[in-house]
């Protein structure tokens, strides 16, 4: 693991890879290449990038609809990510599950899920996997503050802090549910409180220093691996886009969003390089590495194949050993003998 | 008669309803300052302020139940689900509470609430975000179920809606909400009556049932099965699901002695195969070739569009199923 400003360097690349994902898929949602909801993260990659460098190789992660930053922050390649918003084949899940739903399990990415709290259990259930089998695995479930209302959430916490399971909670505060500013939906400023009421640490910072983010997230991660229990952290933030590709985000000021940007956690930690001495040549050449790898990415996606039916039909289940072979529905296929 | 969009339609019934009965209140996610996920109740919070239109945190299984306590004792709560899909978040409260308060109580209590939002696939959503949620609550005795296709029956069969004391889900789609249909004037206050079937089109060669967005795909269908083989499409449109009006697709079958039935649920059960069931055994004699039904295709919906095209009923699918039944 690399530490200082090599990590930093390493983290800076991850972050405005990213960004520059984003960017071409907003370009290619208005082009048409992608449908659907697209919920971008822009704004917010300093959580993921931190959250990925406080993680080793096994560790699982769950994460909301809003998922491309921490998808890739896992190491999921640009080119898998692209072609699933594009529905093609080589998509990370086949172009079957779009933007919300990114998988990449070899990568310790358990996905994205699109229903509000629905995978706050699912998380807690991975954890409870990890001390079930004492594997020293950590799990991290992200969602944003407005999920913090919902039953899914609440019920999650409950048992997670009930069985003391190795789960870091974070939610990541970019202050709107949608359209609506969490003022209207939480009677509390501080969601640490939430947590407090299930027997589990709480943390609360501001998330624009990919840096601060790690430090935090790995002191609960190792809390959590030690078998000392949950904690709950809320990640101040912001998103710099509307809530999907559909809103045109209205419900807030100009001002308001030029004052957040100011913070943008990308050229935070470029800022933060070059004071500790990179020289400019070097980033504008990071910059120019990722720029390539992303046009490369929509190159790939563009030419890739389409999305397959027989995929379409596979995928309903994976391989059954309690359906006969003349009972098997259209595309499931039998495990084989002495498998599983 | 005006014509209005769909979502129009539903945004003056519910603006005549909440103007003709004050305990008549709308609560979801986004319906007030947002003005609606999808703009239905754009102007509602600004006419009726915030106690009778209230956004509501992501929470469905509690603003499910508070709308329904709130019905028991006296209020007419108009629940919109940003989407049907949030539904199986509350779809303890709706079927084990709504659905049943009025028998566990001895027929004392009632319980007149309205679940409405957007149903079934709209463009691209995938796997979480597709789902006709018609089949899962059709089943359930207590409720009633409303799919209205036209902008004249989404408004008209929503004030009946709003007024019936018992529990509606009313089933909009989210892909008609631009569609314009005519519509009678507001002084007409034109009250649907659930349980009655609209004859959309007749004809002699084939009765084709069909509701919600299919609605439309069958009326194309039977255009192009009148100009390229001279059949004669009847289409059906049942409107409500529960009450099922068994009796109008009955007749049309004696009429025509041949039926499709299209859906964009899945094959598996559901109203789909209610309706055939009823039809089978009202109409055994009357009939000339098995019944046949267009359905989504028995999959996840897939996130990519060749195959999101591929899943849902289609005007060809249709036009090939009504071809087979009339021994084209
Ligand atoms: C149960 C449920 N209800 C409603 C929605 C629609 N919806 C999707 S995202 C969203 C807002 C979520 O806000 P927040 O939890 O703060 O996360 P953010 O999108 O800001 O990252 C809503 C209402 C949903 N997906 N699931």
Redesign the interface.
């Known amino acids: 693991m690399a530490s200082g400003i090599d990590e930093l360097r390493q983290q800076y690349r991850k972050m405005l890879e990213i960004r520059r994902f984003e960017e071409e898929a907003a370009r290619a949602y208005a082009m048409g290449k992608i449908?659907?909801?697209l919920h971008l993260y822009i704004g917010q990659e300093a959580i993921a990038v931190g959250v990925a460098s406080a993680l080793v190789k096994g560790d699982y992660v769950f994460q909301t609809y809003r998922d491309h930053g921490i998808a890739i922050a896992l190491g999921m390649t640009a080119n898998a990510g692209m072609a699933?918003l594009f529905?093609?084949d080589t998509g990370c899940?086949r172009?079957?599950?779009?933007?919300?739903?990114f998988f990449d399990p070899d990568n310790g990415f358990y996905g994205g899920?699109?229903?509000?709290?629905?995978h706050v259990a699912l998380a807690a259930g991975a954890a409870f996997k990890s001390k079930y089998a004492n594997d020293g695995q950590v799990t991290v479930c992200f969602f944003g503050e407005?999920?913090t209302?919902?039953?899914?959430f609440h019920e999650g916490l409950s048992l997670a802090g009930l069985w003391k399971l190795p789960i870091v909670f974070i939610c990541e505060n970019n202050q709107y549910?949608?359209?609506?500013p969490m003022s209207?939906?939480?009677p509390l400023e501080d969601l640490t409180l939430k947590a407090q009421g299930y027997g589990m640490h709480g943390d609360r910072f501001e998330g624009h220093d990919v840096t601060v983010v790690k430090d935090r997230v790995k002191t609960a991660v190792d809390r959590a691996r030690r078998g000392e229990g949950p904690t709950f952290i809320e990640i101040q933030t912001y998103r710099f886009r509307g809530h999907s590709m559909s809103d045109p985000a209205k419900?807030r000021s100009r001002q308001e969003l030029e004052e957040r940007k100011k913070k943008d956690p990308c050229a935070v930690a470029r800022q933060r390089l070059a004071d500790a001495g990179v020289k400019e040549a070097e980033l504008l050449g990071i910059e120019g590495e990722i720029d390539d790898l992303i046009a490369a990415c929509v190159k790939h996606a563009d030419e890739a194949p389409?999305?397959t039916?027989e995929a379409?039909?596979d995928s309903?289940y994976v391989p059954t050993s309690a359906v006969p072979a003349d009972r098997l529905?259209?595309g499931v296929v039998r495990v084989e003998d002495g498998d599983a | 008669m005006r014509e209005l969009r769909y979502r129009e339609a539903i945004r003056e019934a519910m603006i005549e309803e909440m103007e003709r009965d004050a305990n008549v209140f709308l609560m979801g996610?986004?319906v007030g300052?947002?003005q609606g996920?999808y703009k239905v109740s754009e102007g509602l919070l600004t006419r009726f302020g915030e106690q009778r239109v209230i956004?509501t945190?992501?929470?469905?299984?509690?603003f499910a139940g508070v709308g329904i306590g709130a019905a028991m004792t006296g209020l007419r709560p108009i629940v919109e689900f940003m989407t049907w899909?949030?539904s199986?978040?509350a779809f303890d409260q709706i079927i084990s509470s709504a659905a049943k308060v009025a028998q566990m109580s001895g027929g004392r209590v009632p319980c007149p609430i309205v679940f409405r939002g957007p149903n079934g696939a709209?463009?691209?959503?995938?796997?979480?975000?597709s789902h006709s949620v018609d089949p899962f609550y059709t089943n359930i005795p207590g409720l009633w179920i409303a799919m209205p296709a036209t902008p004249r029956d989404a408004k008209g069969l929503l004030k009946a809606a709003i007024r019936e004391n018992n529990p509606v889900l009313f089933l909009e789609g989210e892909t008609l909400y631009n569609v314009k249909g005519e519509v009678l004037d507001e002084d007409a206050d034109e009250v649907i009556p659930f349980g009655k079937a609209r004859i959309a089109r007749e004809g002699d060669g084939c009765t084709i049932v069909a509701w919600g967005r299919p609605y439309y795909t069958a009326m194309e269908a039977a255009e192009i099965l009148a100009k390229e083989h001279g059949l004669q499409c009847e289409i059906v449109d049942p409107r409500t699901l529960r009450p099922l009006d068994v009796d109008a697709m009955v007749d049309s079958v004696k009429k025509t002695n041949r039926c499709v039935v299209v859906h964009e649920h899945w094959p598996y059960g559901g109203p789909g195969a209610e309706i055939v069931d009823q039809i089978q055994r009202h109409a055994f004699d009357w009939l000339d070739a098995p019944i046949e039904r267009v359905a989504a295709l028995?999959?996840?919906m897939?996130?990519?569009?060749?195959?999101e095209t591929?899943?849902l009923p289609t005007v060809e699918r249709v036009v090939e199923a009504v071809k087979k039944v009339a021994y084209l």
């Open positions: 449908g659907g909801f699933e529905g093609k899940s172009g079957l599950g779009g933007s919300m739903h899920w699109g229903i509000v709290g629905g407005g999920a209302n919902i039953g899914g549910a949608m359209g609506t209207r939906t939480t419900y389409p999305a039916e379409m039909w309903v529905p259209r | 996610e986004e300052h947002y996920a956004d945190p992501i929470a469905e299984a509690g899909n949030f199986f978040v709209a463009k691209q959503v995938a796997s979480q975000h028995d999959v996840p897939p996130y990519a569009s060749n195959l591929l899943v």
